[in-house]
């Protein structure tokens, strides 16, 4: 499905959609094309962004391939295969997910779930919070 899905080719093309998106939250899915937890979700940000968000105008998806632009590996402290950082109006948002990491590095299988969170960080987002508390615990000590 991450065929589908825009891609950024370029550190450059990755900071023009961060400064350039006022209205919707934008989700940077940093990933290496052979991952299947990478592949699994690009199947529920696919069916998520068909189905709900391009109509709300909640959020907008792009990938990013780890080997292609290196420039934020470092950066953005991106070391595992697939990790999906949130960013509202040039500004990167927080998400506590109760797992201490600010960033999703997991695979969400549920897309109900996903659209919950993305929906809370908009509409926290909007209220110009920088972090933003998930609905859902995603601690290891629940086995999510």
């Known amino acids: 499905m991450s065929y589908m899905l825009p891609h950024l080719h370029n550190g450059w093309q990755v900071d023009q ?66 990790s999906i950082m949130f960013f509202f109006r040039s500004k990167y948002i927080m998400v506590d997910l109760g797992t201490g990491n600010n960033k999703i590095n997991w695979t969400l299988k549920d897309k109900q779930n996903m659209d919950d969170l993305i929906e809370t960080i908009y509409h926290d987002a909007c209220k110009d919070q920088s972090l933003v508390a998930s609905p859902k615990d995603y601690s290891t000590k629940y086995r999510y």
Not at 48 to 54: E, P, Q, S, V
Request: aromatic share 14%.
């Open 17 to 82: 959609v961060i400064l350039s998106e006022e209205d919707c939250v934008i989700l940077i899915h940093f990933r290496q094309d052979w991952g299947p937890t990478c592949m699994k979700m690009d199947e529920v940000l696919y069916i998520i962004a068909k189905t709900k968000w391009k109509i709300a105008c909640f959020a907008t998806d792009y990938m990013v391939n780890f080997g292609e632009v290196p420039d934020f590996n470092k950066l953005a402290q991106l070391y595992d295969t697939c």
